[in-house]
């Protein structure tokens, strides 16, 4: 069965890191772009960036950029992304999503279940 | 980053109803637009792709339409299971997505 499973939730004070795991299974680690979104209590999804598996190249949006840091370690099929300076605005859920190339067309079609981050003094 | 603009924000009706929900890109992104189907405490699930492919195991009930700028996504006959939020999302330049559509019970 394809499926991404996530890290626990995490609490963390501001100014504090923050480190996600996100393990694949059922399909070839390498062969798919992961990405990662977020979505703040009770607010829309937000992208944030996506690392290669393959070569560990990645992307990410503007608004993170020098902020987070998007890894993965192949032997154990596990993706990663670690945000710092964390304030109360990133209190949010954070997934991780397998692209699908579909047709020549990217889509999200697998996603992690979620890691509930809060930042809080 | 590509602006995406869904509307309305929120739709109430009942089983039985057709629904279309909008989504207006503020560019021409051709038809790399995606649409996403989210329930409360669960990750979006993937409905549609390249504005009118159906994801597989998604019912035929559901369909997408539009190309450049102008998107919709309309659910032909609503059932009980599709109240939940419904978000589209750009995939021409990096990614974003639009601010969604909750859709509730009349």
Known sequence: QVQLGQS????????????????????TFTG????????????GLEWMGWIDPNSGDTNYA?????????????????????LTRLTS????VYFCARDQPLGGYDAFDIWGQGTMVTVSS | ??????????????????????????????IF??????KPGKAPKLLIYAAFSLQS?????FSGSGSGTDFTLTISSLQPEDFATYYCQQSYSTHSFGQGTKLEIK
């Open chain 1, 62 to 82: 503007q608004k993170f950029q020098g902020r987070v840091t998007m890894t993965r370690d192949t032997s154990i099929s596990t993706a990663y992304m670690e």
């Open chain 1, 89 to 92: 605005d990133d209190t949010a």
């Open chain 1, 8 to 27: 626990g939730a995490e609490v963390k004070k501001p100014g504090a890191s923050v480190k996600v795991s996100c393990k694949a299974s059922g399909y």
């Open chain 2, 57 to 61: 195991g998604v019912p035929s009930r």
């Open chain 1, 32 to 43: 798919y772009y992961i990405h990662w979104v977020r979505q703040a209590p009770g607010q």
């Open chain 2, 1 to 30: 980053d590509i602006q995406m603009t869904q509307s309305p924000s929120s739709l109430s009706a009942s089983v039985g109803d057709r629904v279309t929900i909008t989504c207006r890109a503020g560019q021409n992104i051709g």
């Open chain 2, 33 to 38: 637009l995606n649409w996403y189907q989210q």
